[in-house]
């Protein structure tokens, strides 16, 4: 695959470039928000008409992901009418637009397999073809990391700050203002025949390599995920003490899992309105109460904790069972959203402290 | 002033009069605290109180988060005074006994708003809105306070409020409207805002409820008004203005601008300023027949 050289000062002009390409151009941008006491930054992925006030490869990550723009956070499946004793469907016009998504970090890049392993999964026989029209039409430009705030912990889950290897086209910055280009598809190709105006040169393959390894020295978060899968794999430890103790404070909110890259879990509801209505599909978080209500009013996950730890398990080995796909991708963004600074990797090092002692795998008298 | 609140905690548990104390604790990065239920002595030490102790640990008192109070017959709670405030308010709403808690307040100089703007001291940048002009620095009702606790005149009206609140009234309704339909548009119903709030004390909340369905679940535009105009409206002469909502939301939309505005209206027109008795009840959960009602259109 060839390479190439953008000016970072350029990325304004090349997303106007997109734009005139007919494109949907998703890119990081600073929210207009009011300003005053308590406001803080709030950095989105957002649909640009233009390059003005872009901020790609600015920050660690968005406040939003790009799953939105895969998998809606609502969208009608169908319309419905009662026409006297008979039900109407008529199906709901829905636009893919061809998109371009600029500054996606590798992190966040490694969920698109993910999210690919359960919404379009051809070996189950099942695809969702609202998630596959998208993503069909989506191309990622992902940009290397070279920095990283306390919450950042790709190193542990096997992700690199600089990996392209869910990547179209992937962006490292040089460090002196230019960015080495590297195209992974044909999708990134066409992409960065779009660009080509703009290219300065040849990539610096050796440089991007050194500098891609930059932000791997600022990651302070680091755990060891070996040994997590062969504990969670053991019956006995579902009922260990540590889901209790760690889990206890948390609130029951769904910050951690709408913010989650991976998390996929949506509900299905028909809006009313008199006798017609469309049924309509949106995200739905199993940290909710009412996730597992049965409608005999029996809850088997009736405590916080115990939703805490089936969205550990689903990270560390339900994702991984299931849809052979990994389920964490070490984004970080759960822990800086939480309320109550429930961290997951704090999951991760007892987890794998309780593996390498066994002996501290006895139950807590205090929750007896 | 830790030490205190340490030896206090301790001497709490050592003699059971409490089954736990609720405090922060170091949090799993330098910007972050986290609550802690202390039921041990030995991790009384784990204890801290400081300008990033942001969270209303209240919440934890009200019957909505059954299972960290399971077992809990007296429960020991360090507080700020705006938490103190919550509790007053829970106490008053008829939530929770006054001695089924012991109060521990920690002296406050104000707590920094988000996690992320905290740089190592709190200054003008990164300070909480409730923090400036704070009347209850010296709290209300306390079991325990570690220094001196003079008498405090706080019948003046309780007027924090943010400047936005003011920007957003400047505008016309309509140019109101078009900000907050594009400011919810970042909502995706997590529902951080009602889980953090001490007040949400409904055990299945309006917009969990299907039959029938009150607010539509989907985080589209209806979805999402419908839930915020109806958390801001239950909190009504309710909400003690512990900011939690603002803070906790990871979309950094500023829903408690609704709740500093009520509380104006509520203070206009009832003379009533919600957290600081537990005697006087909370003006929309009672009825007088000389109850204004000039206002009512």
Redesign the interface.
Known sequence: MKTATIQKSDLGKAIDLLVQADLRVVAPRL?P????????D?L?FQEMKSGEGHQIGEGILT??GIK?FLFA??EPLFAYELKGKKVEITPVHHEYPRTVILGVRPCEAASIPSLEAVFSNANAGFEDPFFTKRLERTTFVTYSCTDAD??CFCTSVDIQPDDSTNSDLHFTELGDGSIHVEAKTQAGEAVASILEPLFTGEGDQAKREKMGKVAVEKIT?LRDKAPIRAWLDENANFDDEMWQRLG??C?????C???CPTCHCF?I?D?NKGTKGYR?K??D?CQ???FTLHASGHNPRD???KRYRNRFMCKFKIYEETFEAQGCIGCGRC???C?????I??YMAEVAHKAANPAAMQADP?FE | MIEEIRNQARHLLENGEVDVVIGYAEGSDPTRTTPIFVRKVEDVDKLIFDERCINSLPLFLNKRHEFPRKGWKKTGIIGKGCDIRAITQLIAENQLKRDEVFIISAPCEGVVSHPEKWDGKLHDGNRATKCTDCDVKIPVDTDFFPVDKPEVDRTAPYQVTAPQVANLMSLKTDERFAFWREDFDRCFKCYACREVCPHCSCNICITDRTEPSWIDPAAHKRGVFSWHMTRAMHLVGRCTGCGECTRACPMGIQVDLFNQRMKDVIQDHYDYKSGYSMEVKPPLITYKVDDREDFIQ
Request: hydrophobic letters at 30%; a negative charge; proline letters at 4%.
């Open positions: 929210q928000t009011l300003d005053g006491p308590d406001d803080i709030i989105m406040h939003n939105e956070k609502h306390a919450s978060r206890e404070k609130l029951g909110c769904g910050a899992t709408f913010e509900d509801v809006e309509v949106f995200w978080s909710f109460d009412h405590w916080q904790y822990i800086r959203g309320p109550v600074n429930l961290d990797t704090e205090d």
